[in-house]
Each structure stands twice: as structure tokens, then as C-alpha cells.
């Protein structure tokens, strides 16, 4: 069982927009800042978004985050087969004094 | 270009111990702490452990205190974690990750491939 919440999968077509929830607590969301990952199949997860809504070097700007109290959002624009992944956000959490991830979305690009 | 490059998995019978390295490259390696995230076959991430630049302040998930321990050697530019009463559920490749900063900030800018530790009799 996760800390944070995200659900196990989602979908879309190419070109579509598509969106990734992750629901935490006052302790992790709602107190510090959220990063997103994207892990390849095979391969090592890489920094998507950090700080909520940042991109680093390189990510398209088709990818975006956000933050609203205790949940975040991943957002997918204009779908690329490329982007079938398994996704995760994370943050630190202050009760438990680690960083905590969400369970994963497996995105498919039908 | 920053590079990380775990080794020292492999398999290890429950209750034995394994100590992980990972060599960092391409960047000044003692102004950043670093972090160990592992995931166990077809499961997500889990943060375990992470030490800041200077090896002041350690942190470790409840599941490994007292049985692992991270430390680093700036001056050979590696970080290790140090793996004792290993248990089936420590089962899981292994990651090395970097902080964005000194004493913490952002977790995992760069990611090393990962090592697998498998724990069985």
C-alpha cells in the first residue's frame, strides 16, 4: 500500500491529452513539493517534473504538472507512442521523514 | 555528462549480508547527496535511503533501520549502502539517484542503471 495514491492505469490515442492523478496527505502534498517520474520499460525512471511544475533540460513541454492542496496532476499532451511508460509521483513526507512514491500509472497509447 | 554506475548485486541467502557500490562520475560528487530507491520485480519505487554531501545526515525507511547502512567516499567519488540480515521482501533492483543539492532538494535528477539483489535459500 502506497502513501500516495495514483491509479494503476490509464490510456489514450495518439494526439490525445491525458491526465495522471496523485492524492496524498497534509504531511507529503500538502506540505512539500511534488516530482513526477517516467520509467521506460527495462529502464531506470527519470525525472519528468519537479517542484510541482518544473521540467528539467530536455523533457517536452508536452508533459506539465500541478499542485492543489493534497493532490497533484501529471498531464500528457498531444499522446506519442513514445510516451507508453509507467509514471510515478513522489514527495518528502515530514511524519514519516522520507520520501514517499506513488504506486505507478501504467500509460498505454492505443 | 553525469554518470552512475551501481554494482555488488547478486544473490545472497536470507540473513547474509551485501554491501552496494555506486560509482558517480561527471559531476562534483560531494556537493550533492545522494540516495538509494529500490523496486522489487513488477512493483513501484521505494525510497530507502539517502545521505547528504558531507555524510552528516543520514535517513533510512523504518523497514531497514538498523539492518543497512548508506555511506560514501568523496574522495573515490562512490556511495555505498551496506546491506545486513537481508530478508526476502529486500528482493529488488537496486538504484542510485542524485539530489539536485548539498543537503537534499530534489530527488533523483539523474538515476544510475540499478542492481539486482535477489534474497532466497
Known amino acids: 500500500q502506497s502513501v500516495l495514491t495514483q491509479p494503476p492505469s490509464a490510456s489514450g490515442t495518439p494526439g490525445q491529452r491525458v491526465t495522471i492523478s496523485c492524492s496524498g496527505s497534509r504531511s507529503n502534498i500538502g506540505s512539500n513539493t511534488v516530482n513526477w517520474y517516467q520509467q521506460l520499460p527495462g529502464m531506470a525512471p527519470k525525472l519528468l517534473i519537479y517542484s510541482n511544475s518544473q521540467r528539467p533540460s530536455g523533457v517536452p513541454d508536452r508533459f506539465s504538472g500541478s499542485k492543489s492542496g493534497t493532490s497533484a496532476s501529471l498531464a500528457i499532451s498531444g499522446l506519442q507512442s513514445e510516451d507508453e511508460a509507467d509514471y510515478y509521483c513522489a514527495a518528502w513526507d515530514a511524519s514519516l521523514n522520507s520520501w514517499v512514491f506513488g504506486g505507478g500509472t501504467k500509460l498505454t497509447v492505443l | ?121
Not at chain 2, 8 to 36: D, E, H, I, K, N
Not at chain 2, 52 to 73: E, L, N
Open chain 2, 1 to 121: 555528462e553525469v554518470q552512475l554506475l551501481e554494482s555488488g548485486g547478486g544473490l545472497v541467502q536470507p540473513g547474509g549480508s551485501l554491501r552496494l557500490s555506486c560509482a558517480a562520475s561527471g559531476f562534483t560528487f560531494s556537493s550533492y547527496a545522494m540516495s538509494w530507491v529500490r523496486q522489487a520485480p513488477g512493483k513501484g519505487l521505494e525510497w530507502v535511503s539517502a545521505i547528504s554531501g558531507s555524510s552528516d545526515h543520514t535517513y533510512y525507511i523504518d523497514s531497514v533501520k538498523g539492518r543497512f547502512t548508506i555511506s560514501r567516499d568523496n574522495s573515490k567519488n562512490t556511495l555505498y549502502l551496506q546491506m545486513n540480515s537481508l530478508r526476502g521482501e529486500d528482493t529488488a533492483t537496486y538504484y542510485c539517484a542524485k539530489y539536485t543539492s548539498e543537503g537534499g532538494g530534489e530527488l533523483g535528477d539523474y538515476w544510475g542503471q540499478g542492481t539486482l539483489v535477489s534474497v532466497s535459500s
